[in-house]
C-alpha cells in the first residue's frame, strides 16, 4: 500500500508541475517594456540582450541581440530565429 500510496503522488507531482522552464533552460528577464507581444528588451543569465518587437514570447520583427563576445545581430527576426537585415 505505501508503494501504491508513493507512486501516485509521484504521478500527480509529475503532471502537476510546470517543467517548461527545465525543458527549455535558463529563462531571460523582461527589463524593460511588453517581451510577450510589443516592444521590450530581455536580458538572459549569460548576459545577452535582446532589444525589439516580440510576438508570443518570442523575437519577431524587427530588433537587436547583443551578445556578450561582442557581436551583434540587427535585424529582423521571425519565430526567435534572427533573419538577417
Request: proline share 2%; with cysteine; glycine share 16%.
Amino acid at each position: 500500500m505505501r508503494k501504491f500510496l508513493l507512486f501516485f503522488i509521484s504521478i500527480v507531482l509529475l503532471f502537476t508541475t510546470d517543467l517548461s522552464a527545465y525543458k527549455k533552460g535558463p529563462r531571460g528577464k523582461c527589463v524593460q517594456g511588453d517581451c510577450k507581444n510589443g516592444t521590450g528588451t530581455k536580458v538572459w543569465p549569460d548576459g545577452k540582450k535582446y532589444m525589439g518587437e516580440w510576438k508570443n514570447g518570442k523575437r519577431n520583427g524587427t530588433g537587436t541581440m547583443v551578445y556578450t563576445d561582442g557581436r551583434v545581430e540587427k535585424g529582423r527576426w521571425t519565430n526567435g530565429k534572427y533573419r538577417g537585415e
